[in-house]
Structures are given as C-alpha cells and as structure tokens.
C-alpha cells in the first residue's frame, strides 16, 4: 500500500494488514523469563504504519526501514537476557523515560490514578530488570524556556526585511519531518531550533545522568515510552550527537500501547515503585504536568512568558477560542485596544496544511503557532487509545483527557533543579555547549510550488 504522494514504486513501510496480524514471535514473555528457554509471547511489530506516517511526500528510507523494524520489544529484552548473563562486559545500564501523556493511557486502562498508574508501571518495569524510570517532563522543562527565549529573540527582530515570525513549534517529530522533507525553506526557517523533549532527554540521560553514575554513554540503555510511533523515527534521525560519543540519545523508543501489551501478558501482582529522578536517591513524589490541553504545553508557557517579557503583562489565565474547529484554536493579547500578541494551536494535518497555504500567502497573522500533527494533540497519539481495527478508541481517550486535566500543572520556571543543571551540566544559560545541546539545525529541502498543493 502506497500514500498517494508516493513516488516510489514499492513502498517500505507497513500495511494495514500488518497492522491486523499483531504478531512478532521473537520477544521472551516476562512472565516466561525464568522459565524455559525459547518460550515466546506475541508482540507487535513497532514499525511504522502507513497510516501512521505523517512525511507524506517521502517514503521511509530502506536503511530507515531496517532501522525501525528493530524499535521494538524484541531489542528491550535482548538487552533484559544480556543483564542476566554471565559476561558482565555486556550488560548495560537500563533507563526508561516515560512521556507525561503517556500516564493517562495507563492510569484509564488499569483503572488507577494517574499518580498510582505511574508507580505501577514503574514497578512493573524495574521487575523485568529495568534500573532506572524517569519522566521526561524535565526535558519539555528546558524545551520550553529555551522555546520561550527564542520567541522573544524573534518577535524583537522581526521586520519586513528579517521576516522570523512566526514561530512555529518543532516538539513534534511528525510535523518536523514533513516540514523538513515536504515543504523545505522557507517554512524550516520558522521551526523553532529548541530540542524536542525526547532529544534532550537522551542527552540528559546519556550526559548529565551518565556522568553522575560515572558511566560511558554506551554502557546506557535508553527506552522512550511515548504516545505515538513518529518518536521511532525521531530516534534514528536524531543521529549521534558529539557530546554523546557516538552514542544515540534514544536507543529504543516503544509507545504506550506495546508496553501495555507486555503487561498484559508479565506479572502485574509486583510491587508498586516510585519513579526516580535524575537527582540521587530524590524521587519523584507525585505527577504533575505543563499547561496543555494534550500536550507539553509550549504555546501557553510561551504565551505568559511574552506577555511578561515584552509587555509587562502578568497572564494568569490562558483562554483559548476555536476558530475553524476543535483543532484550530487561537489565543491573543490585547493592549490599549491593540492585539499585540496572536497565538495558534493547529493539530492534524488538515489544519496544518492550511496553516502553510496562508503563509505562503502571506495572509498568516499569528506570531507564534503550536503545531501537533495528531489530531487531538499528543494524548491521541496512535501508539495508544486504540481499537483491535486500528481506529481511536473515542471514549477511552475521552477518559484521558478527563484524567490528563486534573493532573496539577507546574510551570517550567518553578523547577528546583532547573538553575543547578544549566550551570553545573550546561556551564551556563547562554552558553557555548547550552546551545549546542538544546538546539538544532534542520534540513533545508528545496521544493516546488506542487509541494503546498495536496488534497488531505
């Protein structure tokens, strides 16, 4: 099955029925890892879906291909039954960092709350052999603030001349993708070059945790636990940054749904565990998220950030108001009878693709855009809160968005550690390895004008 944009004459990635086979028989069951050998359970395959694709215009690589058909449950317990053998030149460090839209899928599922949910996945990892769980809401932390800094950067220097607005958000590996391989420039010139939460969550854990617990980045066995399978690719195309030594920042990343599907089958009957902290012995006492509906909240920390910085405005309440539909929604500052500031959410790729035709118009009024390419944001990731036949499970997501709403929100600002790491890990705010680790470049494909011209 080929995307109609496809160029190629076979395309790489999966069908839908793959999709409904559903079977991988080369993972151990952890309820069968103290049994006998060549016992196996069956596990999805975690490659990418045609459906799930979200680069429309260029198929994955066959490098990419292999690539990903190795993201999967399979290299977790390779890793797992390395631990337990004799060669101890083999073992690893194993972390995994769960993303903060991927507990409201569990907390609904196991009928817990979303504090209890973590603590029971937790628990559940550690006892297959897992050493360290950490929440990745540290990483959006520095995503932000620096996503903050460069919105005010850009807003002083745009002009007619220098046009850097707006700013339009790269937390999204679906998106990112498409605009890199797509659009190209000039529309990569408006993605903001802070990391995504991911990316700076493996130098985290492959630098800053790494050197705490005086471990070369290669000794480190890192598993994202994330909402959708875009975060595959975003692994692989992250590369190896140099301060991780030839090291991926993400060795494996499995969504939600995989994880709950080797819990369906281990043993939930184990104790219950905190989730650590990069930070010693410190653990993490209760859930909390950023001021997103669905996601890690970019647009609203970035909305009172600039309001303060560059109006003097203190915005305690973001309101947000529909325009098109659910998914297209703005948000605007008003002073002395001006808008000064006009901000957008634009989920699914339907809005997004109109949000391109109007820039490219130049009829785009918004400064800053928070762009998801899941409809629904990140909660509707299609890593979870699905049905058997592949569509959204419509009341279990209604349930975590209930669930995600009520988790209590902490702004990047009020973190205790956030100082200490810029000074201690990054040897500053502004720093020369500051902007080495939090930031980006992007590909800049030249295209032709038919790229802005498919029919979603």
Not at 266 to 293: C, I, N, P, Q, Y
Not at 302 to 326: G, M, Q, S
Not at 441 to 449: F, I, L, V
Request: aromatic share 8%; hydrophobic share 35%.
């Amino acid at each position: 099955m080929k995307c109609e944009h496809c160029t190629r004459k076979e395309c790489s990635k999966k069908t839908k029925t793959d999709d409904q086979e559903n079977v991988s028989a080369d993972a151990p069951s952890p309820a069968q890892e103290n049994g006998e050998k060549g016992e196996f359970h069956k596990l999805a395959d975690a490659r990418i879906f045609l459906s799930d694709c979200l680069a429309c215009d260029s198929c994955v690589t066959a490098e990419e291909g292999v690539q990903l058909s190795q993201q999967n449950a399979k290299d977790f317990f390779r890793v797992l039954n390395l631990n337990k053998k004799c060669d101890t030149s083999k073992h690893k460090v194993l972390v995994v960092s769960v993303c903060p839209q991927s507990l409201p899928y569990f907390a609904a599922k196991f009928n817990l709350s979303v504090t209890d949910a973590s603590r029971r996945l937790c628990g559940f990892l550690k006892s297959l052999g897992v050493h360290y769980v950490f929440d990745t809401r540290i990483a959006a932390d520095f995503s932000i603030l620096e996503s903050q800094k460069e919105f005010v950067r850009r807003y002083r220097q745009h002009s007619e001349e220098e046009r850097t607005l707006p700013m339009l958000t790269s937390a999204c590996p679906g998106w990112v993708r498409y605009a890199e391989r797509v659009l190209g420039r000039p529309i990569t010139a408006h993605l903001c070059t802070a990391k995504s939460p991911q990316q700076v969550m493996g130098s985290l854990v492959k630098d800053y945790f790494a050197r705490q617990q005086n471990l070369s980045p290669e000794k480190i066995f890192h598993v994202i636990v994330a909402p959708c399978y875009d975060k595959k690719l975003e692994a692989l195309q992250e590369g190896f940054p140099p301060a991780l030594h030839g090291s991926r920042g993400a060795d494996c990343v499995l969504t939600s749904g995989e994880i709950a599907q080797i819990m369906d089958q281990g043993d939930l009957s184990v104790k219950d565990a905190a989730v650590d902290t990069l930070f010693g012995d410190l653990k993490e006492d209760k859930v909390t998220r950023h001021d997103g509906a669905s996601s890690d909240g970019h647009l609203a920390h970035i909305f009172r950030h600039a309001a303060k910085e560059l109006f003097n405005e203190d915005v305690e309440e973001v309101t947000y108001r529909a325009l098109r539909n659910k998914d297209f929604q703005e948000v605007t500052l008003e002073k002395n009878g001006e808008v000064v500031l006009r901000f957008a959410a634009a989920y699914g790729f339907r809005n997004i693709q109109n949000m391109i035709l109007k820039l490219k118009k130049g009829k785009f009024p918004y400064h800053f855009v928070e762009v998801l390419a899941c409809a629904g944001g990140c909660l509707n990731g299609r890593g979870q809160a699905q049905t058997p036949d592949g569509h959204a499970d419509k009341a279990l997501l209604r349930q975590m968005e209930g669930i995600y709403a009520d988790i209590p929100v902490r702004r990047p600002e009020s973190s205790a550690h956030m100082q200490e790491l810029y000074q201690e890990w990054l040897e500053g705010i502004n720093s020369p390895k500051a902007r080495e680790v939090l930031h980006t470049t992007y590909q800049s494909q030249e295209r032709g004008a038919h790229s802005l011209d498919i029919k979603w």
